[in-house]
């Protein structure tokens, strides 16, 4: 699989609650290849929830979620090989320096355009800290690393939570920078709590708000 397979998500009625209270509801949506998607709320509306039962982490408690590529139906528990992730809760090898950890990436999920260590390296513009273990980045340095690893993955699938998390403005427009040379063909998703430079590539927007 790589970055180009076609891609269909339906959600029918999705709902997702804890406990007795329900988180969203009623949740009806048709995403295609090529779609790019903001889901936009504030804390605690659901958009990382949501983005889990799109990676296949997390059931709804009702409807369902129809996951299709090149029209076949994929399982939940194979939605992640169809996908990169990039989130404040992913967690990076911190003990790795960032050679080693593209090296190990690489290992579950290999790169657009047979994409060199080096080059990747090169894109993130950290060739500076490259011998440096990432335990010792900044939390913007590590923002970028999660991004360059999660657009530059080939996969067709791209999931983006709070892209703009610790990122300053000239790393910002090196986040826009990325989308567009690297993500136009792929299906994105990004959940933001209404930061425009997140999401304003995006030609969709769902807000949680109204699913309550």
Same mark, same amino acid.
């Given at each position: 699989m790589?970055?180009?397979?076609s891609?269909?998500?339906?959600?029918?009625?999705?709902?997702?609650?804890?406990?007795?209270?329900?988180?969203?509801?009623n949740?009806?949506?048709?995403?295609?290849?090529?779609?790019?998607?903001?889901?936009?709320g504030?804390?605690?509306?659901?958009?990382? *929830?949501?983005?889990?039962?799109?990676?296949?982490?997390?059931?709804?408690?009702?409807?369902?979620?129809?996951?299709?590529s090149?029209?076949k139906?994929?399982e939940a528990d194979?939605y992640k090989n169809?996908?990169?992730?990039?989130s404040? =809760?992913?967690?990076l090898?911190?003990?790795?320096n960032?050679?080693?950890?593209?090296?190990h *990436?690489?290992?579950?999920?290999?790169?657009?355009?047979n994409?060199?260590?080096?080059?990747?390296?090169?894109?993130a513009e950290? *060739?500076?800290?490259?011998?440096?273990?990432?335990?010792t980045?900044?939390?913007?340095?590590k923002?970028?690393?999660?991004?360059a690893?999660?657009?530059l993955?080939?996969a067709?699938?791209l999931?983006?939570?709070e892209?703009?998390?610790?990122?300053?403005k000239n790393?910002? &427009?090196? =986040?826009?920078?990325m989308?567009?040379?690297?993500?136009k063909n792929?299906?994105?998703? &990004?959940c933001?709590n209404s930061?425009?430079?997140?999401?304003?590539?995006?030609?969709?927007?769902?807000?949680?708000?109204?699913?309550k």
């Amino acid at each position: 699989m790589n970055a180009t397979n076609s891609l269909y998500i339906q959600f029918d009625v999705i709902g997702k609650k804890f406990g007795s209270e329900w988180i969203f509801k009623n949740i009806n949506l048709n995403i295609k290849t090529g779609d790019k998607l903001a889901v936009l709320g504030g804390n605690g509306s659901g958009k990382s *929830t949501l983005l889990q039962i799109i990676s296949g982490y997390v059931l709804p408690n009702e409807g369902k979620l129809v996951f299709t590529s090149d029209k076949k139906n994929i399982e939940a528990d194979f939605y992640k090989n169809y996908m990169s992730l990039a989130s404040p =809760y992913l967690e990076l090898i911190e003990e790795f320096n960032l050679a080693e950890l593209i090296k190990h *990436t690489s290992v579950y999920k290999p790169f657009i355009n047979n994409f060199s260590e080096k080059q990747i390296i090169e894109i993130a513009e950290l *060739t500076h800290t490259k011998d440096k273990a990432i335990k010792t980045y900044s939390s913007g340095m590590k923002q970028r690393v999660k991004l360059a690893l999660a657009i530059l993955a080939d996969a067709p699938l791209l999931l983006l939570d709070e892209p703009a998390s610790n990122l300053d403005k000239n790393a910002l &427009v090196w =986040y826009s920078q990325m989308i567009n040379s690297y993500a136009k063909n792929k299906t994105v998703i &990004v959940c933001s709590n209404s930061i425009n430079d997140e999401y304003e590539f995006c030609d969709q927007k769902l807000d949680l708000m109204a699913y309550k």
